[in-house]
């Protein structure tokens, strides 16, 4: 049979148009396929396809013909849906026999001067830079409404703790200015990992380049890839952008956990009042008001964490250029983005709806002697050596009742007296022992850089804003090279079809 006529048989069977009889069938056919996983990528491997062929005609590589039929077959290809894909081992064979089967066998031109290795490294890249920007906009959003709950509430006394034992008061605006602190690193190695995503392996080939004189600035810029994966085995082989990006989902989840692990302990003392759109209630206990969002929030962490394990695993035994094993990397950099996109939304929802009970707070701020670091801070503040003033207050601490919260001042005094050998009067009068025993006060007196004071956070809220703002700016840039390429690429797609 001619090789000509062996195509035009190719539907016969299990046979493709790419994949001849040897390796069309066998129990193994379906362990091999990855062509229903591939659905994630669909689109990504259409725009590669179609940079692909424009590229190749513009280097006379390919006559304007034949890429203005299979750029045409590949838009009937996109309307007609994945899954109207023929059988393949993977999207990228799919596509290409769906291609064949409408143009004939100039169709096989489009794979010139291209492997599936370097065109699915592409493919991931093009959609991981959409699903990061995606969450780079909802990490924006969540900080945004954070920052608006932390600018309502920088006069809401709150607990602060530390080994969960009551600590020293803060202000409810300090807590969760400390999480957008850590959101804005998370953020920022997001950015960082997606600089390193958005770069173009396509002309790599197999791992070898090619003979063929192909453009890759060329690819990158029809695909908005900010740069050319230089060395042509690398750029086939790596998959270290994926660790990159689900080591930063990872952290972003790590940090969301301990947000929604404060918020469910704060719930438990009535620190705290979810709205009932992110709480649940029990099936039998009908009283019952359950944190059961920030629950999986936290639980989510586990998705991210297991997908960075499962990643790590997946390469670590990994010789260069390719292998197989490489199909199985993807899901889960996919599976960790699309869980912790949705904790991010959740998380900040059940913090930006939530009531927070200011006197409930403020009294709570005083249990367990919180304000004793103010009280040795003050005495320090009067010339007493701080580790003196320390064993002061701790001895006051530790004649304390159960059941009282602070000591007043005559306890104080007596103790002082016994340690310093002089009044407390000599050091610091009764006014300013009243305050430093106020969690209010006690806040208000904490004005370091950084600190609780309403007027440190103040400060913290303004760089809080710029960092956002240019968090923004840096992602609309990123969008608009995006769509910008985007667009670039339909045009030229047009002047061939
Ligand atoms: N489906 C494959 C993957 O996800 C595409 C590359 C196949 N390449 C190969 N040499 N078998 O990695």
């Known amino acids: 049979m001619s090789e000509e006529h062996e195509a035009d048989n190719r539907s016969a069977g299990d046979q493709t148009a790419v994949r001849r009889d040897r390796f069309s069938?066998?129990?193994a056919r379906s362990f091999l396929s990855?062509?229903?996983?591939?659905?994630r990528i669909f689109g990504a491997d259409l725009a590669v396809d179609r940079a692909h062929v424009v590229m190749l005609v513009e280097q006379d590589i390919v006559g304007a013909e034949t890429a203005g039929e299979i750029l045409a077959a590949l838009d009937d290809i996109e309307d007609a849906g994945h899954g109207e894909l023929p059988d393949g081992e993977d999207v990228h064979e799919a596509i290409e026999s769906a291609v064949i089967d409408r143009v004939g066998q100039s169709g096989g031109k489009m794979h010139t001067a291209r492997s599936r290795n370097d065109e699915v490294a592409a493919c991931i890249r093009y959609r991981l830079r959409s699903d990061v920007l995606e969450l780079l906009e909802t990490l924006v959003g969540a900080r945004e409404q954070l920052l608006d709950v932390a600018r309502a509430e920088t006069e809401t006394v709150m607990p602060g703790y530390t080994h969960l034992q009551p600590a020293q008061p803060t202000t409810v605006a300090h807590w969760i200015c400390s999480y957008e602190q850590a959101l804005q690193r998370d953020t920022a190695r997001l950015f960082d990992a997606y600089e390193r995503v958005n770069q173009n392996p396509l002309g790599a080939a197999a791992f070898a380049g090619t003979p063929f004189d192909v453009d890759r600035e060329r690819t990158a810029e029809l695909l908005g890839f900010?740069?050319?994966?230089e060395n042509s085995m690398d750029a086939s082989?790596?998959?270290?952008?994926?660790?990159?990006?689900?080591g930063a989902v990872a952290g972003l989840a790590t940090t969301l956990s301990q947000l929604a692990e404060d918020v469910v302990v704060m719930a438990s003392k009535g620190h705290v009042e979810l709205d009932d759109d992110y709480a649940s209630t029990s099936s039998i206990m009908p009283q019952k008001k359950n944190p059961d969002t920030l629950e999986l929030v936290r639980g989510r962490t586990g998705d991210a964490t297991a997908g960075l394990n499962g990643l790590l695993t997946n390469?670590?035994?990994?010789?260069?250029?390719?292998?197989r094993d490489l199909q199985r990397a993807g899901h889960h950099a996919w599976d960790a983005i699309d869980s912790v996109t949705e904790s991010v939304e959740v998380a900040a929802g059940a913090v930006a709806t939530a009531d927070w009970p200011a006197d409930r707070l403020e009294a709570a701020a005083t249990?367990?002697?919180?304000?004793?670091?103010g009280v040795a801070d003050?005495?320090?503040?009067?010339?007493?050596?701080?580790?003196?003033?320390?064993e002061v207050v701790a001895e006051v601490a530790a004649d304390l009742d159960p059941d009282e919260d602070a000591p007043d001042y005559d306890a104080l005094s007596a103790v002082a007296e016994d340690v310093l050998g002089d009044p407390l009067s000599e050091y610091v009068d009764r006014e300013a022992v009243e305050a430093a025993l106020d969690p209010a006060e006690s806040v208000a007196m904490r004005d370091s850089r950084g600190g609780p004071a309403?007027?440190?956070?103040?400060?913290?809220l303004l760089a809080a804003d710029d960092v956002l703002a240019s968090h923004s700016e840096q992602l609309d840039a990123a969008e608009a090279t995006v769509s910008g390429a985007r667009d670039r690429l339909q045009t030229e797609v047009e002047e061939y079809v």
């Open 315 to 323: 390469l670590k035994g990994q010789p260069r250029a390719y292998n």
């Open 454 to 460: 309403p007027e440190a956070v103040a400060a913290q």
């Open 378 to 390: 003050l005495l320090a503040m009067a010339g007493v050596p701080f580790r003196t003033a320390h």
């Open 25 to 27: 069938g066998g129990p």
């Open 226 to 229: 900010d740069s050319v994966a």
């Open 237 to 246: 082989a790596t998959r270290d952008f994926l660790v990159e990006v689900t």
């Open 367 to 373: 249990e367990g002697f919180a304000t004793a670091t």
């Open 34 to 39: 990855s062509l229903s996983d591939d659905e």
